[in-house]
């Protein structure tokens, strides 16, 4: 990194922060409906929301994650990256708007539907395209990037919301002509449009550049923003694997195994135990975990604002050490943690009992136990599975199936996402016990799999992405 000259070394981290602002929507979009939840649950201007259209409510964003998402590769291939972002800024745009004048439930949740399509595509093309603007030597700290901007994206969310609340007294409140919790959902404009305008001025991915053949236009991206010297051997190394198929479809991601490519299947599967460890339940449900532990509920907003800050910080400590380090060790030592936080915390939720209220609540020295369980998991997650997964999505794939086979795995992130989060009422009803050892069982189970299937790729160019999982899992270590 020290070798490369400070105008392209700022010129790329400043690209990379420019789109990874898709993240922060990403962050800000999911989060910022818990502030106005409640005052949706009540009688608000005809909502009312029953139990089961409040939960729908909630995740009804996640399945246009999802869709977005699966169509966000073929798209990206179709017409290149930044027009996708472009796109995904429009919908946070509409969708900012639309929820916050919504006249009912079922358009409010069209329109949440409409940002989850927005999520789902930006979820897609930051990590693809940022992997494809970097270096190989900073490539997996500015992949980070993405994960920072996400975790931002929900405290900024949880702030604004807040602050909203705050100032009109109560999130149903009137507040400037409109009730507090519509302005909530206003709010995300600012940030969809900031994200709209730096999309347009941020370079073309050199690689879609010379998939198209605008070979010009290619040579310029990799001489200003990566800093290549030898440019003409690396469009032609791009050029190779990028023909070494025909055109991109989904069905290039065809394989033996099940109907699709191994690596595809290693890209699924680390979306999926992403979700699995019950990340999103310390989010989304966290004021069940802390009144549990002798919090009021006054105080759960304060202490998710903590944990959400305590969240960059550690994202903050991978984005410094995955270069150094490496993506698999840091996965591995995430996995073990993560196994043994989630254990101890179903193990102090097994001495709960309920009160009068049907509230679970724990004898110390449990409560202090769960308590610093969830904060300590919170952080192996945050220091590792949460930035890496983005991380390996966007740089493990080959050039020829990299867009479509991201669109995969991250679709599978975000069913795998609403799986968990509508999920987790019923666990909790069976029990919390069962619930945190649910996770603990996938924090494990991921340790094995990252150990059998999972490449090393620090410091690897993107072209040579091609049988890194054949070579580990034949036991192996993918050479660096």
Same mark, same amino acid.
């Given at each position: ?44 201007? +005809?909502?009312? %929301?029953?139990? !089961?259209?409040?939960?729908?409510? =909630?995740?009804?964003?996640?399945? $246009?994650?999802? *869709? @977005? &998402? ?27 708007? +639309?929820?916050? %004048?919504?006249? !009912?439930?079922?358009?409010?949740? =069209?329109?949440?539907?409409?940002? $989850?399509?927005? *999520? @789902? &595509? ?359």
């Amino acid at each position: 990194m020290s070798q490369m000259p400070a105008a392209i070394k700022g010129r790329v981290i400043a690209i990379s922060i420019a789109a990874a602002m898709g993240g922060f929507l990403f962050g800000f979009d999911t989060a910022v409906i818990n502030g106005a939840v409640d005052a949706l649950a009540g009688d608000v201007s +005809g909502f009312d %929301l029953n139990v !089961g259209l409040k939960g729908f409510a =909630v995740s009804s964003a996640l399945i $246009g994650c999802a *869709v @977005g &998402a699966w169509f966000a590769g073929p798209l990206a291939n179709k017409y290149g990256r930044v027009p996708v972002m472009v796109i995904s800024a429009a919908l946070f745009l509409i969708s900012a708007v +639309g929820s916050g %004048l919504a006249f !009912g439930v079922i358009d409010l949740i =069209v329109w949440r539907v409409v940002g $989850g399509l927005g *999520v @789902g &595509a930006a979820s897609v093309i930051a990590p693809a395209y940022i992997a494809e603007v970097s270096p190989a030597k900073i490539r997996g700290r500015l992949g980070s990037l993405q994960q920072l901007a996400i975790v931002t994206g929900i405290f900024v969310a949880l702030l604004s919301d807040a602050l909203l609340a705050n100032i009109a007294g109560g999130a149903a409140q009137p507040l400037w002509g409109l009730d507090a919790w519509r302005w909530m959902f206003i709010a995300e404009a600012i940030p969809a449009v900031v994200y709209g305008i730096l999309a347009l001025r941020l370079p073309e991915s050199p690689r879609y550049l010379v998939a198209k053949g605008d070979i010009k236009a290619a040579t310029e991206v990799l001489t200003t923003v990566t800093g290549e010297v030898n440019v003409d051997a690396k469009i032609k190394e791009i050029t190779g694997t990028i023909h070494t198929e025909r055109s991109e479809s989904l069905s290039d991601l065809r394989g033996h195994r099940f109907g699709l490519k191994p690596i595809v299947w290693v890209g699924i599967l680390l979306s999926v135990f992403q979700q699995f460890v019950g990340i999103n339940v310390i989010f989304y449900y966290s004021t069940t975990l802390w009144q549990s532990v002798g919090f009021d509920e006054s105080d759960a907003l304060t202490i998710t604002v903590i944990t959400s800050v305590t969240n960059i910080v550690v994202t903050i400590v991978a984005i410094l050490l995955v270069d150094k380090v490496g993506r698999r060790i840091m996965l591995l030592v995430g996995s073990i943690g993560m196994a043994v936080t989630l254990g101890l915390m179903a193990l102090a939720f097994s001495y709960g009992t309920l009160d009068a209220a049907g509230a679970v609540t724990l004898p110390d020295p449990w409560a202090t136990i769960a308590l610093i369980c969830a904060n300590a998991f919170v952080v192996f997650f945050g220091a590792t599975w949460g930035p890496l997964v983005w991380v390996l999505l966007g740089e493990m794939f080959p050039n020829s199936i990299r867009a479509g086979a991201l669109a995969v795995a991250a679709a599978a992130q975000w069913a795998a996402n609403f799986f968990i989060s509508t999920t987790f009422p019923a666990f909790a009803e069976i029990g919390l016990t069962f619930a945190y050892s649910f996770y603990a069982f996938f924090a494990l189970l991921s340790f094995f799999f990252v150990l059998r299937f999972v490449p090393e790729t620090k410091g690897r160019e993107l072209e040579e992405m091609t049988e890194e999982v054949i070579v580990q899992r034949r036991g192996r270590p993918a050479r660096t």
